[in-house]
């Protein structure tokens, strides 16, 4: 394999802390299946310098014929449900059948420091060590539903590097995963019995995101609480999902660290996606997550603006009391946000 193959557990560096290429530079290296370029190319997309964007989309305009060919798996559940471990042994047999896996791990930002873990490698260290495997934790900073900033779009320089299984980890920790679920082909939940995790995830609603349940830890003297929750589950699925719907989940039981079930998951995975091409609905569904994304980054774009324009700050707090004390209507002052909105997006680089 060639290229760079990066220090496995170092964090990815500042993009402003290298020196820049020329687009067709890191394009190439993409291309080329070097794993440090991916790197720098995933560095470039998540930095939020305004030159740094703009080198990222000259990048992925020229990567982007070459994506959109992996198997886009997302993977959720509570801490402890032993997410990573699954993803360590599925990504290993997959590379082992000859797949190319590239893992996005979402690791929690602190809300004080804003600072991140970033351990994924180290909690996945056979997996990081294998050549046919990518993993690049990034932090989840503000971002609704735990997915880090851009994650798509390194989704999509995984891809053009060759990735046919991308698998993306969100942070779980009870934000609402409807982001991952509309940017993946499958949606993983992943439960452990005995915890009242499944009751709460049914509660949530996850159960009606999800293409497939796995209670995991389904070993030793757990495996017969795993059985049960399996069964609680499954009649959760039959009051929410009609029995003539094109998919109706299925739910499983495995064991991560046994190594055990995971062949049923990824089996699972296959009959989806062959099911959803068949009907004609497999395009369709990729087409209309584009479509939102690309409203995503509109309303990412417009809440920048109001977070971080001083002068649109202070027209919206000004606006808000006047709102609150009666002085004018609501609809007038959403008007003027608009308007002093429309003024300062033509000022600032998309």
């Given at each position: 394999m060639s290229g760079d193959m990066g220090t496995p557990l170092e964090p990815p560096s500042s993009p402003s802390s290298r020196r820049r290429l020329a687009p067709e530079q890191y394009v190439a290296g993409v291309l080329d299946r070097q794993r440090g370029m991916l790197s720098r190319v995933i560095t470039l997309i998540e930095s939020r310098r305004p030159a740094d964007r703009d080198l990222a989309q000259r990048v992925l305009s020229e990567l982007l014929p070459h994506a959109g060919n992996s198997i886009r798996v997302g993977i959720t559940g509570v801490p402890g449900a032993g997410k990573s471990t699954l993803i360590e042994s599925l990504g290993l047999n997959l590379t082992r059948q000859g797949h190319r896996v590239a893992v996005l791990a979402i690791d929690p930002s602190s809300r004080i420091t804003g600072g991140s873990i970033l351990g994924d490698k180290t909690r996945m260290a056979?997996?990081?060590?294998?050549?046919?495997?990518?993993?690049?934790?990034?932090?989840?900073?503000?971002?609704?539903?735990?997915?880090?900033?851009?994650?798509?779009?390194?989704?999509?320089?995984?891809?053009?590097?060759?990735?046919?299984?991308?698998?993306?980890?969100?942070?779980?920790?009870?934000?609402?995963?409807?982001?991952?679920?509309?940017?993946?082909?499958?949606?993983?939940?992943?439960?452990?019995?005995?915890?009242?995790?499944?009751?709460?995830?049914?509660?949530?609603?996850?159960?009606?995101?999800?293409?497939?349940?796995?209670?995991?830890?389904?070993?030793?003297?757990?495996?017969?609480?795993?059985?049960?929750?399996?069964?609680?589950?499954?009649?959760?699925?039959?009051?929410?999902?009609?029995?003539?719907?094109?998919?109706?989940?299925?739910?499983?039981?495995?064991?991560?660290?046994?190594?055990?079930?995971?062949?049923?998951?990824?089996?699972?995975?296959?009959?989806?996606?062959?099911?959803?091409?068949?009907?004609?609905?497999?395009?369709?569904?990729?087409?209309?997550?584009?479509?939102?994304?690309?409203?995503?980054?509109?309303?990412?774009?417009?809440?920048?603006?109001?977070?971080?324009n001083p002068e649109v700050v202070q027209l919206t707090a000004r606006l808000e009391s006047d709102v609150q004390d009666g002085r004018m209507t609501a609809t007038a002052a959403a008007e003027q946000i608009i308007q002093a909105l429309r003024f300062k997006t033509q000022q600032e680089p998309v």
């Amino acid at each position: 394999m060639s290229g760079d193959m990066g220090t496995p557990l170092e964090p990815p560096s500042s993009p402003s802390s290298r020196r820049r290429l020329a687009p067709e530079q890191y394009v190439a290296g993409v291309l080329d299946r070097q794993r440090g370029m991916l790197s720098r190319v995933i560095t470039l997309i998540e930095s939020r310098r305004p030159a740094d964007r703009d080198l990222a989309q000259r990048v992925l305009s020229e990567l982007l014929p070459h994506a959109g060919n992996s198997i886009r798996v997302g993977i959720t559940g509570v801490p402890g449900a032993g997410k990573s471990t699954l993803i360590e042994s599925l990504g290993l047999n997959l590379t082992r059948q000859g797949h190319r896996v590239a893992v996005l791990a979402i690791d929690p930002s602190s809300r004080i420091t804003g600072g991140s873990i970033l351990g994924d490698k180290t909690r996945m260290a056979e997996l990081s060590r294998d050549p046919s495997a990518f993993i690049r934790p990034s932090p989840s900073g503000e971002t609704l539903g735990g997915v880090a900033w851009k994650t798509r779009e390194a989704m999509l320089a995984c891809e053009a590097a060759g990735h046919d299984v991308v698998i993306v980890e969100t942070v779980g920790v009870g934000q609402s995963e409807t982001m991952v679920a509309d940017m993946v082909d499958f949606f993983l939940l992943v439960l452990i019995a005995g915890a009242g995790d499944e009751l709460q995830m049914i509660k949530r609603g996850l159960i009606e995101m999800a293409d497939l349940i796995a209670i995991n830890k389904a070993d030793g003297e757990n495996r017969g609480r795993a059985l049960r929750a399996m069964t609680q589950c499954r009649n959760a699925i039959r009051l929410m999902v009609p029995s003539d719907s094109l998919w109706v989940p299925p739910v499983v039981t495995c064991s991560a660290l046994e190594n055990v079930g995971l062949d049923t998951i990824w089996a699972n995975v296959l009959a989806h996606r062959a099911k959803y091409k068949l009907a004609g609905l497999f395009q369709e569904r990729r087409r209309a997550q584009s479509v939102r994304w690309m409203w995503d980054l509109v309303n990412e774009r417009i809440q920048r603006v109001l977070r971080e324009n001083p002068e649109v700050v202070q027209l919206t707090a000004r606006l808000e009391s006047d709102v609150q004390d009666g002085r004018m209507t609501a609809t007038a002052a959403a008007e003027q946000i608009i308007q002093a909105l429309r003024f300062k997006t033509q000022q600032e680089p998309v």
